[in-house]
């Protein structure tokens, strides 16, 4: 049996990886400091054989021996990684630094999430792997979006002078069953708003984009990824656009909502454009999203109709 260790196992997208490596056969063990997150996402695993859950902070060091390495923890959505921006870069450089430090102890192969933000408000559109991004260093944005760009500069660092193989993987919006009810995010926030009847709150004109990739087509592209030869970044994301408009009518039609929507001024260095180009990940891991917006919402919906 491979020996996987997910960080940030008790996140969103953590604890659905967890589930897949189990269902592929691995030993996993999952940390989390629970930040962000709690148990609940982890508590259908509690007796399972193969998977063993730590309580740890991965800004502190720590050791153990593994195969493979998914490091996938740090706050993501805007309103808990700024809550605490220096723990947001801790976590993105010192966890950083202690993940890459425990797979050449372990001659472990090892996978970033990165993300689309270090685009920032991108020029370019879509956004290319080559791209450099627009990012202010200086912003409330920053923790997050720097932490993750030095994090990327770490591991290649880390590939040149020791070898290591390394995974990145650029994430877009994603969304899905298990998503935090109040993280802010837009996908989120829509759906709990239609549900409750309260208005539906776009910041901004409502015509900036994002590209929504359901949680499971993301996690299979983390496996294709992790068993691939690639070792420079790669995005994964949905390159179906569409508005923060689209979208909350979508929501709206969905949920039968009677909600009504309204507009609130856009928070400081939101991007305005937001759209992978995959040809990459297309080419190098026979990978591309296969479900659509419409089959995704209604999933998340149900779930979010459950813990309401």
């Known amino acids: 049996m491979k020996k996987a260790l997910v960080t940030g196992a008790a996140g969103f997208l953590g604890s659905h990886l967890v589930d897949t490596l189990l269902s592929l056969d691995y030993q996993v063990i999952g940390i989390d400091n629970h930040y962000s997150s709690n148990g609940n996402n982890l508590i259908h695993l509690k007796t399972h054989p193969n998977f063993k859950f730590i309580l740890h902070d991965i800004s502190e060091p ?59 408000n991108p020029l370019q559109h879509p956004q290319t792997e080559s791209y450099f991004g627009n990012v202010n260093p200086i912003g409330i944005r920053s923790c997050y979006d720097e932490g993750k760009r030095c994090g990327e500069t770490l591991f290649s660092d880390y590939h040149r002078k020791f070898g290591l193989d390394i995974k990145i993987a650029r994430i877009f919006n994603t969304y899905g069953p298990r998503m935090h009810p109040d993280d802010g995010r837009v996908v989120s926030n829509f759906i709990m708003q239609a549900l409750k009847d309260e208005n539906i709150t776009i910041y901004g004109n409502g015509y900036q984009t994002r590209s929504f990739c359901y949680v499971d087509d993301l996690i299979s592209g983390f496996i294709l990824l992790m068993n691939s030869d690639i ?60 479900i659509s917006l419409s089959v995704g919402l209604n999933n998340t919906i149900n779930y979010f109709k459950g813990i309401i």
């Open 62 to 120: 720590f050791d153990l021996e593994v195969d493979e390495i998914y490091n996938l923890a740090c706050p993501a959505s805007p309103i808990h990684y700024q809550r605490n921006p220096i723990t947001t870069v801790k976590t993105t450089v010192y966890g950083a630094i202690n993940m890459l430090d425990l797979a050449v102890r372990n001659k472990a192969k090892i996978l970033q999430a990165s993300t689309s933000e270090i685009y920032g």
């Open 231 to 290: 070792n420079t970044p790669v995005n994964l994301g949905n390159p179906s656009e569409f508005t923060m408009l689209n979208l909350a009518n979508f929501v709206k039609d969905f949920t039968k909502s009677n909600s009504k929507i309204v507009f609130e001024p856009l928070p400081q260095d939101d991007p305005l454009m937001r759209k992978p180009d995959i040809s990459l990940a297309i080419k190098e891991l026979n990978w591309k999203p296969t």
